[in-house]
């Protein structure tokens, strides 16, 4: 595929996302799709894999997360990789505590499907916002 169909599959899988359209998501996810989200001691840290691994980091998301992107997306890509740049804002529900997170998504788009996506995301920021404040001292 072209370079530009890549990135029309990507900016489709986002659209998809946010609509929640977890059909939509499918229809462009590979059956074997690897997501990687890095990090530890927040909700949404592991690799997932498969269309049930998909369906189990959104349901995640959902549940763990409230995120809003204010700032429009960008899209570079070349041959099968498309970056895409990005910041979100939000909070963890558990601790009610905000966050701000730049990041940059590498996916791969092969035979028109998303096959791969890895985050590079402030995982710190992240952390911190899951972190359960400390019961005092006595």
Known sequence: MSIEKNVQVV???FAAMGSEDKQGLLSLSAEDIEWIVPGEDWPLA?????????AGVLQKASEEIEMTYPEPLEFVA??????????ATGKI????KAFKDDWVFDITV???KVMKIREYIDTQALARASELDASPRL
């Open 93 to 96: 529900k558990a601790t009610n």
């Open 110 to 112: 092969r035979n028109g």
């Open 78 to 87: 070349q041959g099968e990789r498309v970056l895409v740049v990005g910041v």
């Open 11 to 13: 900016k489709d899988f």
């Open 46 to 54: 592991g690799t997932y894999r498969g269309h049930a691994g998909l």
